[in-house]
């Protein structure tokens, strides 16, 4: 992808960024010490079919769900001098990882954790997800499905190098908050 072409979308984002940020109510995840993580978040009633995560969990229509979302042109702003992709992919890994235990510290801050079921996002990047603890979902209705393929579609072209033939179909991200607690609360 030219470099002219990243740079114009980079700025735009930047410019868009704070105007999502506010419609979509999202609130910022912060460590004890006042830092701002990668993860933005919000309340969210799940809207989807009914899933059984691998706890025993079981997530309805309407549960209460913490949404998580990316910092998306944060992460690009730490990645865009790394041209490798591997090495860009272990960094939002990384990222991500110590930032959920911040995730903790916020749903024990707001007062959530007796009235969420777990963490539920929606990422077209879902390797190594897994490692992290989350579990991947389809996601079951196309209208929504080809709703955020269009709507992640350009953070997908501002991150990679090469744009593949087939893109990468977006899936439910899910982890209970047991599942949560027990991986990254800290003793």
Same mark, same amino acid.
């Not at 609130?27 to 978040?41: A, C, H, L, P, Q």
């Not at 809207?47 to 910092?71: A, C, F």
């Given at each position: 992808m030219s470099i002219n072409f990243r740079k114009t979308g980079l700025f735009l984002w930047n410019v868009i960024?704070?105007?999502?940020?506010?419609?979509?109510?999202?609130?910022?995840?912060?460590?004890?010490?006042? %830092?701002?993580?990668?993860?933005? +978040?919000?309340? $969210?009633?799940y809207?989807?079919?009914?899933?059984? &995560?691998?706890?025993?969990?079981?997530?309805?229509?309407?549960?209460?769900?913490?949404?998580?979302?990316?910092?998306n042109i944060k992460i690009l702003g730490q990645t865009q001098n790394?041209?490798?992709?591997?090495?860009?992919?272990?960094?939002?890994?990384?990222?991500?990882?110590?930032?959920?235990?911040?995730?903790?510290?916020?749903?024990?801050?707001?007062?959530?954790? %007796?009235?969420?079921?777990?963490? +539920?996002?929606? $990422?077209?990047?879902?390797?190594?997800?897994?490692? &992290?603890?989350f579990e991947i979902y389809p996601i079951h209705n196309r209208y929504y499905k080809l709703f955020k393929q269009i709507a992640l579609l350009p953070i997908y072209l501002l991150s990679c190098n090469k744009i593949k033939k087939k893109i990468t179909t977006p899936m439910y991200l899910f982890m209970s908050k047991d599942q949560l607690f027990n991986k990254y609360q800290k003793g």
């Open positions: 960024d704070p105007i999502y940020f506010h419609f979509t109510r999202l609130d910022y995840v912060e460590s004890k010490f006042g %830092n701002r993580t990668i993860m933005r +978040v919000r309340l $969210t009633k809207k989807g079919r009914k899933i059984t &995560l691998s706890d025993g969990t079981e997530i309805n229509k309407n549960d209460l769900l913490l949404k998580i979302h990316l910092h790394n041209g490798n992709e591997v090495r860009r992919a272990l960094t939002i890994y990384k990222n991500v990882q110590e930032s959920l235990p911040e995730v903790i510290y916020y749903i024990q801050k707001r007062g959530y954790t %007796n009235e969420i079921k777990g963490l +539920v996002g929606i $990422t077209m990047l879902h390797r190594g997800c897994k490692k &992290l603890g």
